[in-house]
């Protein structure tokens, strides 16, 4: 049989992420015993566990901080009584935590070394943020803030990649510790998935831009100290969509005249962060201008596929906890004089989780380290794969978790709930899972070239 013109780059491929990824097995802990990483990665795994018991469980323990991980956590995190969003002492402590981390050299692992980073590899962060959410809910790793001892900074590093030296010199140091914070200002009332419709306008006046519009699900508005809003800047297009090259991006001071947030959005999982914003005639001069005018599509997409990937990582150690901790469970309830591990009913469907786990985690780690190895849009189709896959596996993970654990599954004294909720945006946030397998279907079935 003649061999197809392109098995032989496949067989490089497989070769060089089987080198990787290693063989792959679990003791009866469900813990990793023999996977083939890099010596650094894995060295990097060793040192977060035991900064994490030395730094931040004893933080986690003090002064009753474990409300906010117990079964009062969505209680202790939300502040009812200001539209729902963070308490101050709870963002306080994710402070803390971010400030042990980045004086411990972890924080800031994935940023470039002109940065203080250690320009940490796609596969070393997918590994490393999959290895702390199987650790399950701690401080280590908040699900639902997204904080992390080694952190993800979307937005420092547009500044950094897109940013004149004035705009970096101002904002990407002061992101890490906390100076500026940065809310990201896309979605709208009526535009979501495809924001080549977008309404919200930008119209030159002299040396300034005047800015009209509205913004829904605009995260991390709550405290931030600017707010990146996408708008359009070409007059000749400002009354009609999808047109991508007509979109310029601001950065723009939330205290700015006609700048204002009428409330929040109370989501699945509490606190929220997610403010509707309004802006009428919000006046920011030419130099707030993040990148060229008319690319900022361009400019919003440039780290999809990282904190995509990374996402899917995460969702992969979220369910494999889940997982264990069923397994586990199993095996110590007893139910009509005998294991509840004992019954098919119980074994099966985690098996199949299991399973999955394990072909996703395959398919997260080769796909991040092409990230490293190719141009990105060559390997996209493969980065959705791994994003809507993995989302939905941690969502039935967190089901199947509550199932076998019975009334204590649905309660609040269980981590399930939790992650639940807070893994289940992400099949609708950033691409929706209907998105990601449209990107697939465009070049399975060739419409992306």
């Not at 280590?140 to 992390?148: I, R, T, V």
């Not at 519009?213 to 996408?230: Q, Y």
């Not at 395959?362 to 493969?382: F, G, K, N, Q, W």
């Amino acid at each position: 049989m003649p061999t197809s013109p392109v098995a032989p780059d496949r067989r490089r491929r497989a070769r060089g992420v089987a080198s990787i990824i290693g063989p792959i097995s679990r003791n009866d802990e469900g813990a990793d015993v023999d996977r083939t990483l890099p010596t650094e990665i894995t060295a990097l795994l060793a040192d977060l566990d035991a900064f994490i018991a030395d730094e931040i469980a004893p933080l986690q323990a003090a002064d009753d901080n474990e409300r906010f991980f117990d079964h009062r956590r969505e209680w202790a995190r939300t502040d009812f009584e200001a539209d729902g969003t963070p308490r101050p002492e709870w963002e306080a402590l994710l402070g803390e935590m971010r400030r042990r981390a980045d004086a411990a050299g972890f924080l800031r692992y994935g940023l470039p070394t002109e940065l203080g980073g250690r320009a940490g590899s796609n596969l070393a962060m997918a590994v490393a943020r999959e290895h702390l959410a199987h650790k399950g809910l701690g401080l280590h790793n908040d699900l639902q803030d997204e904080s992390s001892v080694i952190g993800n900074f979307p937005a420092l590093l547009l500044l950094w990649r897109f940013g004149t030296p004035e705009q970096r010199e101002e904002f990407c140091e002061r992101i890490v510790t906390g100076e500026r914070r940065v809310g990201f200002g896309l979605t709208e009332p009526d535009h979501g998935s495809d924001a080549t419709w977008l309404e919200t306008t930008a119209v030159r006046d002299g040396d300034d831009w005047v800015i009209n519009g509205r913004k829904r699900w605009n995260t991390g508005v709550h405290t931030a100290t600017h707010d990146l809003v996408f708008a359009r800047t070409s007059e000749s297009e400002t009354s009609r969509g999808g047109k991508a090259a007509a979109i310029s991006a601001f950065l723009v001071p939330t205290d700015s005249p006609g700048f204002s947030v009428p409330f929040y959005w109370w989501t699945f999982n509490m606190p929220t962060d997610h403010g509707e914003v309004e802006l009428r005639d919000v006046r920011v001069p030419a130099s707030s201008m993040l990148g060229q005018e008319g690319r900022a599509l361009a400019v919003a997409q440039t780290f999809v596929h990282e904190n995509r990937i990374r996402q899917a990582a995460s969702g992969v150690g979220a369910a494999q906890f889940c997982i264990d901790a069923s397994v586990a469970y199993a095996k110590e309830r007893v139910t009509f004089g005998e294991p509840l591990s004992n019954r098919q009913a119980i074994q099966f469907p985690l098996v199949e989780l299991h399973t999955e786990a394990e072909m996703c985690r395959v398919l997260v780690r080769a796909t991040a380290h092409e990230l490293d190895t190719r141009p990105h849009m060559e390997v996209s189709d493969r980065v959705s794969m791994c994003n809507y896959r993995a989302n939905r596996l941690v969502c039935e993970a967190a089901d199947r978790a509550m199932q076998v654990h019975g009334g204590l599954g649905y309660s609040r004294h269980r981590p399930f709930e939790h992650i639940y909720r807070h893994h289940r945006r992400y099949r609708i946030t950033e691409g929706s899972e209907e998105i990601q397998m449209r990107k697939v279907a465009g070049v399975l079935f060739g419409f992306h070239r």
